[in-house]
């Protein structure tokens, strides 16, 4: 289906055609005058100076040729030439309608649909998550339900930090408790046990611990930096107690990743392209990407026409280890060789940005993939606290992600038995579904590149730009529909009449149709953007406009029976689009609030 916008221009582009000026000057764009008009036209002022006309006069002429408009109730000329636009009901009533039809309300479909791989998550293994974390993983995910929705192939990969000096540092302090096991053992060649030496709980506190005796003790350092390196070169006890790690913390993870809403397609991390590495840097050697300065390996990358400091990507330290933008190029081959996306999108804080321009010059250069393949990086901002520094925990810590949450499902289930009377398991269940879209769209709504102040009480109300006020909405709708379904009545959308047809201009129900025939136009824009705010922007007015109508408008109670059941169609369609909205933004409404 064409978008509801362009079928508007259509016609008024055939107008300035038909009179003879460029068609291009009929483009059209919402009002921004809501009191005046629903679109506006201002090409009669664009084109005046070419046609060296008065731009009144051609909005004029423009008008008169739009009188019998199957599309327009009005076209009002104001000056110094704008045209003010009122569609006919009958138009946007028409237009529903296809949409209800078609798949994904019509939103067009690419003819050839694009491989993308979504880089998202990007937990560090047997570390605690923490904040940062969080905005990847909500982010990344609706990006990556955006991108599906629009009809390409999205694959989300979880890409997990499990390759560097933190499992070295694990494996140091667990050989200082434990030294007997066999793991440590390098003469042993059996085989090793199933069983981990520790639980999830001690890894939990295992990693912080030799993180901290890291910094103070040189010595102790030194043998995690070992550690890894015999890790990664290979060493049999390392590689099992690895498997350990990773077995024990994916179990945990992908339990914290489901409750967020957060899936992966592939759980693919760093160590998983480890034996990549060597031919790769050899092929650069060769090729002469690559060369070595002062004992380190390192590809040129600045371009003449750069304005800021733009230092050699670094590939190999000169003690021999691999970096983080070794392993990140190694990913992209690995990926070329096994999926060979069209594109790569990328989901970290903005402070990584210099990191992936490196990483995205150095393939380039390189070759490693074609130059049609698009990188794309999408840095967010910090999730402030309400003095504007970083969320802490409130003694000043880092917060924990799990943490996090916890926090804002207690506050929603305060708020969910302030509200009403309802069982303990009932509200806690309850709290659970509304905390996650208050603290999704929370997050979602503001531009991803932007800080923002994790504020609690805003995020947690069920009015204004807030998640819970969308599933409020959403909740109100289900209970009219529900009501109706039980004193027999079904819903039909066929039922859907024009407002015009039952002079319904004043319940709002216009105005809510016109909302939902925007739905493809946001939602392209929501993807060629790579912006999830643009669906939380649309939905927060749909909501309102949902919610007017609801004010002014007796549905229930309605004695005509045309009326109601068009109205009940209307709701119904307003609950769908609200759905698959909140969908696309990773989260769910609930039965009842
Ligand atoms: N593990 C990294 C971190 O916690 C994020 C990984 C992002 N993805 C990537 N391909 N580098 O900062």
Sequence with gaps: MEKFIDEISAEIKAAFSALGYNPDLGKVTVSNRPDLCE???????????????????????????????????????????????????????????????????GLKQPEKPLKVVIDYGGANVAKALHIGHLRTAIIGESVKRIVRYSGHE????????????????????L??????????????????????????????????TASARSKIDEAYREKALQATFELQSGRRGYRALFGHIMRISLRDLKKIYRSLNVDFDLWKGESDVHDLIAPMIEGFKRDGFAYCSNGALIIDIKK????????????????????????????????????????IIYLTDKRQSMHFEQLFRCVKKTG????????????????NGADGKPFKTRDGGTMRLEELVALINEEMYQKIIANRE???????????????????????????AKDYIFDIDRFTSFEGDTGPYILY???????????????????????????????????????????????????????????????????YELANALNTFYHQTKILTEPVNEKQKSYLALLALTKEILETCIDLLGFSAPERM
């Excluded at 709980?201 to 990693?207: A, N, Q, S, T």
């Design 304 to 343: 003449e026409t750069d304005t800021k400091e733009m230092p050699p990507g670094l590939i190999v330290k000169s003690d021999g280890a691999y970096l983080y933008l070794t392993t990140d190029l190694a990913t992209v081959l690995d990926r070329m060789e096994n999926i060979a996306p069209d594109m």
């Design 473 to 539: 909405t959403i909740v109100r709708i289900k209970s009219i529909l529900a009501k109706y379904a039980e004193a027999g009545g079904i819903v039909s959308m066929e039922a859907l009449k024009a407002t015009d047809d039952l002079e319904g201009e004043k319940t709002g129900a216009k105005a809510l149709m016109l909302n939902i025939a925007g739905f493809n136009a946001m939602l392209e824009a929501a993807y060629t953007e790579i912006a999830p705010h643009r669906v939380t922007a649309y939905i």
């Design 175 to 208: 050989n200082e408790r434990k030294p007997e096991l066999v793991y440590f053992d390098a003469e042993y060649d059996g085989v090793y046990p199933e069983e981990a030496p520790f639980t999830i709980d001690e890894l939990g506190e295992i990693y912080p």
């Design 368 to 383: 490693l993939a074609p130059p049609e393949v698009d990188f794309y990086f999408v840095g967010f901002g910090t999730m």
């Design 39 to 105: 679109y506006q036209c201002n090409g009669a002022m664009a084109g005046a100076k070419e046609y060296r006309k008065a731009p009144l006069a051609i909005a004029e002429e423009v008008a008169a040729k739009l009188k019998d408009s199957q599309i327009f109730a009005e076209v009002n000329v104001a000056p110094p030439g704008f045209l003010n636009l009122k569609l006919k009901s009958s138009f946007i009533c028409d237009y529903l309608k296809q949409m209800i039809k078609a798949p994904k309300f």
């Design 422 to 448: 309802v069982s303990e398991t009932k509200a806690r269940e309850t709290a659970q579904v509304v905390g996650l879209a208050a603290l999704k769209y929370g997050d979602l709504s503001n531009q991803a």
């Design 154 to 173: 999205a694959i989300g990969d979880v890409h997990l930090g499990d390759w560097g000096l933190h499992m070295g540092l694990i494996i140091t302090e």
